[in-house]
């Protein structure tokens, strides 16, 4: 028999193997001791189990060491790949804002995945996904609002008549923090729901067997709270098989102005101030809308909400109504600060750089009063910050509105309405001045009351109706809602 097969039994491994497969083991991984134990075999020299021993712990030693020497290979190879591939995706995201730095947001320019466009490409191509009402100029439609921080239900007649609301509002939960919680915001709108929906019916001396159709808020918003909405509308449309519609949250602000006015017919001008939105409008129709100018960063609503908080005001209802209640008590004089884009000509908003500037003027008044912070100044200093505040932010609506209101003038003679909605539009002092603003320029100011220009449950009944009676539907089986849902500009 052939000496490089012959067997030797030992601990080597704890297996019985050949010097054959040994010598191709130690091949495989580079050694060069199986001359060695080839020298033994053919001398027929026997081989200790010490010897075999120091062998296999060798042999070992270096498998060990290969293996991990090439997985520290492999991970260090695929640690770098991922470093490279998390480089690229930042410099493609960076390069995506780059090419939005100093334009407004929420505007489509392609970087949506989804947009607001009921009536399809041409703006005319509605859809009854879910059915119609079953009479086209009576009926009545529940509406359901949990975009933000209120829960609303309202019941509305297509003419318009609201026939019975409901609003829980969630100003003593979020007081203490100074701003809207979501997961609070949430939690109160799951508590909510249901009873707010039906002391609207009750109110409306109805139920929702007799209701004909159904519309929610699906966007944009916070979106653990738009869910709560969204979803409960969805099951109750498919539970008593009613047409439904997903409603967009800032239409259905614009949508207000016609349901207190119901003469105002397309086209017309908005100016849409809220607390997270500031845009001007030129409105044609259902889903059909250009953006003339938007924030380029804080909304209108966002930064009183702030100038509420550096005062110490309460914000539980909004800083809004805090700072106009203050400032009529102040002089929108004492405090000198800077109108925003004096130099940009065109009809975007910035509020960040006033609400820098607000702060920094507190701050130094603070300082001149011998005090530590604007929270101890006295109530008169405090009136003239927001005094001098409101003063500003409305003189910059006012020259943004007015350059937009020439570019319509020269280019849509049929425009010379202008439609103020939203929360903001509650302010007292900014309806004044833009309605002397309009009757200047021999236009027509038309904006829902106070309590219409808040979230509340008509807006989304209301604007469902405009819908329906387009012929607009959705499906309630796959509706989703959209944190960021900006018009489509197509």
Known sequence: MNWKFLVMSSVFAGTTVTLGRLNNRFLRNGLTCQNFLARAFVTHLPVSQNIVRRQRHSINTRLFSTTNSTSSTRTDADRLEKQKQKAAKAAAAKERRRKFIGLAKAVDRGQFATTYQPGGPTGDMFEAKSGLPPRKDDFIVLGIESSCDDTGAAVVRSDGVILGEALASQSH????????????????????????????????????????????????????CLRVGAQRACELAQEYNKPFVGIHHLEAHIMMARLENRELEWPFLSLLVSGGHCQILSCHGVGNYSILGGTLDDSLGECFDKTARLLGLPVGGGGGPAVEALAKEGDPTAIPLTIPLLKRKDCDFSYAGLKTNVRRAAEQLAMERGVESALELSRQDKANIAASFQNIAIVHLEQRLERAMTLVEKQDKAIRTLALVGGVAANQELRSRLNVLCEARGWTMVVPPPRLCTDQGAMAAWAAIERLKLGSSDDPSNQEVYARYPFSMA
């Open 173 to 224: 939960i979020h007081e203490e923090w100074g701003g809207v919680v979501p997961g609070l915001a949430k939690t109160a709108h799951e508590e909510a729901l249901d009873r707010v929906i039906q002391t609207a019916l009750d109110e409306a001396g109805t139920t929702l067997h007799d209701v004909d159709a159904i519309g929610v808020t699906v966007g944009p918003g916070l979106e653990i």
